[in-house]
């Protein structure tokens, strides 16, 4: 079975560009969440799906990020612009979503993103 | 605020010795989540408690759940080279804390 695949791996950017990541979850898999992993520190979840629906963005910075799932599949977060403070990896996770509570999460390799 | 805490922040321990780490939560929860990071790699789940569980082993690791405490621990016997990782909880999945980093001296 695959796992979940991110792109790119690794992104450097000037502040105020804007940048993308992409995220292909474990087929069949209902709840994709992206996550910001700031050096240091735990994962911090910034969006949850269920389907194409959006379950939780409270900490979504939503002024600058967006996120979107439209066929309930694959994802894309974008960042638009990029300051200092978002050089991170971002991970995408996934799960069946058959059981919110007790799903395990299956994580991707994640994308390291350093803004100059 | 975080939802789950580890402590301690770093642990060094010989290859060989047992290591335990703690988390502590605030509000109730349905369940409780291990998850191990090494250097460069996503996260995998170790092991998963539920809030009716007191205890859960899953080969060396050991996983106790006191819901009075709001507390839970994680037990790795017998340690080796490759357990050498930053170990974080989840409740809920909801917010991680800043993890615990073991590392495992020759």
């Known amino acids: 079975e695959a796992g979940v695949a991110q792109s790119p791996r690794y992104k450097i950017i000037e502040k105020r560009q804007s940048v993308a990541f992409w995220c292909n979850p474990i087929s069949g898999h209902a709840t994709l969440y992206w996550y910001q992993q700031i050096l240091g520190q735990g994962p911090k979840l910034l969006i949850q799906f269920q389907n194409n629906g959006v379950v939780d963005d409270s900490q979504l910075p939503k002024d600058r990020f967006s996120a979107e799932r439209l066929k309930g599949v694959d994802s894309t977060l974008k960042i638009q612009p990029a300051k200092l403070e978002d050089s991170a990896v971002y991970l995408c996770?996934?799960?069946?979503?058959?059981?919110?509570?007790?799903?395990?999460?299956?994580f991707g390799p994640g994308t390291r993103l350093t803004v100059l | 605020s975080q939802q789950g805490e580890e402590d301690p922040q770093a642990l060094s321990i010989q290859e060989g010795e047992n290591a335990t780490m703690n988390c502590s939560y605030k509000t109730s929860i349905n369940n409780l989540q291990w998850y191990r990071q090494n250097s460069g790699r996503g996260l995998v789940h170790l092991i998963l408690?539920?809030?009716?569980?007191r205890e859960k082993h899953s080969g060396r690791l050991r996983v106790t759940l006191d819901t009075s405490k709001k507390s839970s621990s994680l037990l790795i016997t017998a340690s080796r080279a490759a357990d050498t990782a930053s170990y974080f909880c989840d409740r809920d999945k909801i917010i991680f804390g800043k993890g615990t980093r073991l590392h495992i001296l020759p």
């Open positions: 996770a996934s799960s069946s979503g058959v059981a919110e509570s007790t799903d395990t999460q299956y």
């Open positions: 408690i539920r809030s009716n569980e």
